[in-house]
């Protein structure tokens, strides 16, 4: 189609797929209408297009065009996307200001790779947690055309659709051991995917407390903090006791007989003596993760407001 009012062209770069023939620099020209193009490349948030979807359908019950009971099905479609065996949640990124993430562990494959797509037509971003090797190639593979991330020690994989907005905040995660890396690598891809600059600190725990201390002015840079540790899991009340930012602490799994899988460590963190520190699950690194990116747009929030005048001493 040659190119003409109302045209844009595009060239396309051939990368090659399974089966095709040796070939090298294959370049293909296209002409795409121009009002498509826009409309390819500005698509409206998620949260936007459900409320103009919604505008429009109760636009048609205004007009006529549908009939209340129709309108019930329609928004139910809006909200759910049902599978059968999964119901998706797509309205969640509109009513709660993040996405839905697919917990890997327990699906299989296949599972996950519909659940993914049903939020990725919806416009939202994909977080994939708990994938082990096998299933993790397998749903990478199912999205190599789309924008990917994986991470092997994180076991996650991330889709991105759309840029999530960028925070000025930054949460710092801390991990006391390398074998705590993986439960840590949860929280930081989930704090990275939802819009939260990470800084990492790892390997620095009570057992040398030397290593943390020497990152002390890092860590009071930081709005909020996770903490992962095994063991007893004290880290946490180390670093609660330095900061004036939040800490979420996340008990790992890691240890010997006595720490019962993170029992222990758990039960340390519960009852640290340094005020400010919460704890989440046992390995629950997207939970920290999701806290933490929540509590770093608060603090965007905070620093948005005029400065109030100041109380009364006490």
Known sequence: MPYGQGFLGAEIVCIGQPGC????DCTVSISIPADDLVKMTKQPPPEEAFRNDLRELLQKVAQGDYNPESAVDQVRDLMVKDLGYAKVDTHRLARRGRPEAIFGQGKTAAQIIDIAEALVQAGQ???VTRLNPGKLDEVAEAFRGWKAQRNDRARTL???VNEPPRKSGTVGVVCAGTTDIPVAEEAAVTAEALGSPVERLYDVGVAGIHRLLRH???LERLRV???AAGMEGALASVVGGLVRAPVIAVPTSVGYGASFGGLA???GMLNS???GVSVVNIDNGYGAGYLADVINEIGEVEEDKPNAPSGESI
């Open 273 to 275: 003596c340094a005020p």
């Open 125 to 127: 971003n994909v977080l």
């Open 21 to 24: 023939a040796p070939i090298n």
């Open 265 to 267: 460590a758990l039960l």
């Open 225 to 227: 903090l996770v903490v």
């Open 158 to 160: 991330l889709v991105t």
């Open 216 to 218: 002390r002015e890092a």
